[in-house]
C-alpha cells in the first residue's frame, strides 16, 4: 500500500526527472521521466505497445497518471551484461561514465537514443555494464516499495 502523501495526480509536463506515472486504468502507460541528450525532460514509456519509445516532457500534458516523484532505480546485479558481447536492447539501462541511461528506440529507425536516470556517480573510467533488469522503487529499507519492474517474468509488482 501507499500513503496517501507519497503521490500525487499530475501530468508528464508537471514532472521532475526520476518521476515515475502509473497509469489510473487501462488505456494508459506507465512512464518514468529522464533527461534527454539535450537536456530536456524527457518522457520514457514503460509498458504497452510504444514500451520504450520516448519524447519530450514539455507539452505532455494529455500523458496523467499517479505521479511519484523522487524514485530510486535499482539494478538486478544478476541481469549484467558487456557490451563486449552482447548488444543492448531497448528497455536495458547502461552505467556508464558518471551515467545511468535508459536506451530507447529512437525517432529515427533502427537506432536507439538513451535517457539519463542519474548523473554524477562516481567515475568508471572507461568500462561500462549494462543491465535487462531493473525496478522503480520508492522509499528505503523496510519501507521500499516496488512500484514498476523492467525484464521481468511480469513488468509490473
Known amino acids: 500500500m501507499i500513503s496517501t502523501g507519497e503521490f500525487t495526480v499530475g501530468s508528464a509536463s508537471s514532472c521532475a526527472p526520476l518521476s515515475l ?8 502507460e506507465a512512464l518514468l521521466v529522464g533527461t ?5 525532460n524527457a518522457v520514457l514509456i514503460l509498458s ?3 514500451q520504450f519509445s520516448w519524447f519530450e516532457a514539455e507539452a505532455a500534458d494529455r500523458w496523467v497518471g ?17 557490451s563486449e558481447y552482447l548488444r543492448a536492447q531497448p528497455g536495458n539501462l547502461v552505467r556508464e561514465g558518471t551515467s545511468l541511461f535508459a536506451r530507447a528506440k529512437a525517432h529515427a529507425f533502427g537506432d536507439f537514443d538513451v535517457i539519463v536516470l542519474e548523473s554524477e556517480l562516481s567515475p568508471m ?13 520508492l522509499g528505503s529499507g523496510s519501507e521500499k516499495r516496488v512500484l514498476f519492474r523492467v525484464g521481468q517474468a511480469s513488468d509490473a509488482p
Open 36 to 40: 534527454s541528450k539535450t537536456g530536456k
Open 48 to 50: 504497452g505497445s510504444h
Open 125 to 137: 573510467g572507461d568500462l561500462s555494464a549494462r543491465f535487462t533488469k531493473w525496478q522503480v522503487v
Open 21 to 28: 506515472i502509473l497509469p489510473r486504468h487501462n488505456s494508459e
Open 66 to 82: 499517479l505521479v511519484f516523484s523522487g524514485v530510486h532505480i535499482e539494478i538486478d546485479e544478476t541481469s549484467v551484461f558487456s
